[in-house]
């Protein structure tokens, strides 16, 4: 029996949530509430495609057709939202032997971009994957190229003094002594954190010349359609003045370091960052989280930092398909950054 890809009815779409939470391979930004928000925010179509063997789903893809003028292009996830990864996500592969697994993925893979090419008609495709796909080649197969990046992960699993103890010196030192600075606070915030976190990434932006293309309006939209706690702000205090903050986001196991920790301007005797990011893992670790992604690795000197926290380097892959993909691509997001739909709110 082949493998069936469609548009999610009514009744997948009530399961969609339940696809996302069985999948290795999906994220946060899988669920059908961030979807929701990514198309509000781009003002474009996504559409839910799940695929069967019978009645057993064998995966889902989520896929935005946007347009900018005759370009039609297909995007998973959409560009400029700064959402890490999205691309298809598996299910009920891992009770399958090795040679019908392969069969079964690249079954469903070809019937996606079959459903893709036949009813959007893209000009240019754009996945990018998280760490935990576990084979490429369907999609080079179908004529993806296919470009590496990085990211790093911190394992939750050791206790405490031992994950501490595994930091460098000066991170352990700077933890240590924002434990012992009595006016020093860190909690979870709650909408109006969102907003401080986002005004302080894009003041720093904005000093360096570089435009921060993230709304608050999206990611306030994620704050309060997704589960309570999935977009968790974390923010520092010292003597009660807002002076950092991380805006993380949680699914599964692992936490992710989404937006925030910038450097700060602001006097005061200890390392906001190294606090925050310490309050970012003990808070995970408490409530069984395994793993923090740092997300991203790229920037040598933000590296410099994140690496202090003595993480495990993950790679992960960025797709294109496509005529002429470079020269599309570069068009298109000349043409889309230009649009308001992306600028500051």
Not at 48 to 57: D, I, R, S
Not at 63 to 73: C, D, R, S
Not at 222 to 247: K, N, Q, S, T
Not at 254 to 265: A, E, N, P, S
Request: one cysteine or more; aromatic letters at 10%; charged letters at 30%.
């Amino acid at each position: 029996m082949s493998i069936e890809v469609r548009e999610v009815t009514d009744d997948d779409l009530e399961q969609w949530n339940r696809y996302v939470d069985q999948s290795p391979q999906a994220d946060l930004f899988h669920r059908r509430e961030a979807l929701e928000a990514q198309a509000d925010e781009m003002g474009c179509q996504v559409y839910h495609l799940v695929g069967f063997k019978g009645q057993e789903p064998v995966g889902i893809f989520p896929v935005f057709e946007i347009q900018k003028g005759p370009l039609t292009t297909a995007f998973s996830p959409p560009p400029d939202l700064r959402v890490p990864y999205q691309g298809p996500a598996l299910l009920n592969m891992g009770k399958l032997k090795q040679r019908k697994a392969e069969r079964r993925h690249q079954s469903f893979l070809e019937e996606c971009f079959d459903w893709v090419d036949d009813e959007l008609h893209p000009r240019y495709i754009h996945v990018r994957l998280n760490g935990n796909y576990p084979d490429l080649r369907p999609m080079q197969w179908e004529g993806f190229d296919a470009k590496p990046a990085y990211t790093y992960l911190v394992d939750l699993t050791p206790d405490d003094d031992d994950l501490l103890m595994s930091f460098s010196s000066d991170a352990r030192s700077n933890i240590r002594d924002g434990r012992d600075a009595a006016d020093v606070s860190i909690e979870v915030g709650d909408r109006d954190a969102v907003l401080a976190i986002l005004e302080r990434v894009r003041e720093r932006y904005e000093n360096q010349g570089i435009a921060f293309h993230l709304s608050d309006s999206f990611v306030t939209d994620l704050y309060e359609r997704l589960p309570e706690g999935a977009v968790r702000p974390y923010v520092c205090r010292v003597a009660g003045e807002f002076v950092g903050g991380i805006l993380a986001y949680e699914h599964g196991d692992t936490i992710h370091r989404w937006q925030g920790g910038v450097k700060t301007d602001a006097d005061v005797a200890i390392s906001i960052n190294d606090n925050l990011d310490w309050a970012v893992m003990e808070d995970a670790k408490s409530r069984g989280i395994t793993t923090y992604d740092l997300v991203g690795a790229e920037n040598p000197r933000i590296n410099k930092y994140k690496a202090k926290f003595n993480p495990d380097l993950q790679e992960y892959y960025t797709l294109e398909h496509g005529s002429t993909a470079i020269n599309i691509a570069a068009h298109f997001y000349k043409q889309l950054r230009s649009s308001t739909v992306l600028g500051s709110k």
